[in-house]
């Protein structure tokens, strides 16, 4: 399944589907070096013989802008997943550039059962203006900012209070009793943490976390939650009260945190992962959450989270956009994407030459492939256009099927990697992207 489509739902978009056998042939390409930033590393291919006609078909067709889709999908230098949810809709999307800065072109990838589908071309910005139109900061007061440092178990403590928080709130809503809960107890606590780590549902507050740091959910907090509930206590971070009946504890939030039970029964929550490709197979990360209010935007820093906890930050408006922009990064100095280029092997016609050069029959393994080579291996090798062969240095004409080399005239300059001919002048081959 090739097709590439325009959404009538994101007018000016376009969607490319791929499916899992078109990609499979990537694995058969030797010494491909996937980014560790990629879907399709994590991806596992289906049985049988990959359809790599399919993939070239639908890499062949793409033109200007979209020619970057594929360094991006292959081996993005940045990805962003973001996550939203209110309690009834949830929206989980990732978003993949070629480049670590996001300079470039972004699209995004939706990894289904039988394919993968790519929407774009888009911008860091716009991603900025579509979270900020969701989170309508202008609604917000601002306010004097607030923090707190906490350490891992215990932040899991506080947000499944504030869930369980939040589920009583409801249950008194409907039961039309009025009024908020003077706290919770254990039992309501150790529900709303089973209920967050097992379900999906970003708009309550452990389900959200859990999705931005799965590896750090902690899965032994249910047996260690009434001493954890003790410790929180005794660090100021929640106040034990007495509950109704004999021998009942409820836990409530002391004055300098009730702001957070602003959030939890009204709001808007979300989350921000993004991964930079700071060297060959080297990335690293940057992961935000929160929830909005009227009240102010509660941030979660989580990106140390197994060394040195969480930062809590009660912020306004300025500071939140501030924080936000800072993690997202500034892509308004960017170039035009026409003018858009950068070196990578990954460039679409260079891997549509080396998916030509795959033997007939050959049975490659799993989309994504294990690391053979570096990428300056890759990168050194030049591949005929017109049927894959590796170049040595120099020559005029492929040692294989005699085509010159890169359809160039004798005496033109073409590019290494792609073998596209080159006018004079050029910093940059204006195919390919790579530096001249």
């Known amino acids: 399944m090739v097709d590439i489509t325009l959404r009538e739902d994101t007018a000016g978009y376009e969607k490319l589907d791929i499916s899992r056998r078109a990609l499979k042939a ?11 930033l990629s879907p399709l590393a994590r991806m596992q291919a289906p049985a049988g013989t990959a359809d790599t006609g399919a993939l070239v078909a639908a890499w062949e067709a793409l033109d200007d802008t979209w020619r970057w889709a594929v360094p991006a999908l292959v081996d993005p230098r940045r990805t962003i997943a973001l996550v939203m949810g209110d309690g009834n809709t ?6 993949l550039f070629p480049d670590a800065e996001a300079y470039g072109p972004g699209f995004h990838v939706d990894v289904g059962e039988e394919a993968v589908s790519l929407t774009g071309p888009l911008s860091l910005g716009l991603l900025q203006v579509g979270l900020y139109s969701r989170l309508a900061l202008e609604d917000v ?3 004097e900012p607030f923090r707190v440092d906490l350490a891992a178990d215990h932040f899991w403590v506080l947000m499944a209070c504030l869930d369980a928080y939040r589920a009583a709130a409801l249950e008194r809503r409907l039961l039309r009793a009025g009024g908020a809960p003077p706290g919770v107890g254990p039992a309501e606590i150790a529900k709303a943490w089973t209920d967050g780590t097992s379900l999906v549902n970003p708009g309550w507050v452990v389900s959200l976390f859990s999705l931005l740091v799965p590896d750090q959910v902690p899965r032994d907090l249910a047996a260690k939650l009434p001493r954890l509930l003790r410790e929180t206590s005794l660090l100021g971070h929640l106040q034990e009260i007495a509950g109704p009946g004999a021998g009942g504890t409820l836990y409530a939030l002391p004055e ?21 490709l700071v060297q060959p197979q080297t990335a690293e990360s940057t992961i935000l959450g929160g929830w909005r209010t009227l009240g102010g935007i509660w941030l979660a820093d989580l990106s140390d989270m197994e060394n040195s906890g969480v930062t809590l930050i009660l912020a306004g408006p300025i500071l939140a956009s501030e924080i936000i922009d ?4 500034d892509d308004s100095l960017s170039p035009p994407w026409e003018e858009f280029a950068m070196d990578t092997p990954y460039a679409r016609d260079a891997l549509i030459s080396r998916l030509r050069a795959i033997p007939e029959g050959r049975e490659p393994g799993t989309t994504g492939g294990e690391v053979a080579t570096e990428d300056e291996e890759i990168e050194s090798r030049a591949y005929c256009t017109a049927c894959g062969n590796p170049l040595g240095e120099g020559l005029a004409f492929c040692n294989k099927c005699g085509k010159p080399v890169g359809g160039a005239r004798l005496g033109q300059a073409s590019c290494t990697a792609c073998g596209n001919p080159l006018g004079e002048g050029l910093a940059f081959c204006n195919k390919c992207g790579k530096p001249v």
């Open 256 to 276: 300098a945190l009730s702001p957070l039970l602003w959030g939890p029964t009204t709001a808007f929550s979300f989350g921000l992962v993004l991964q930079r």
């Open 141 to 143: 007061a601002e306010l």
């Open 90 to 95: 949830n929206v989980i999307g990732q978003y």
């Open 326 to 329: 800072d993690v997202l990064g």
């Open 26 to 36: 990537l694995s058969g390409i030797d010494g491909l070096t996937g980014g560790p």
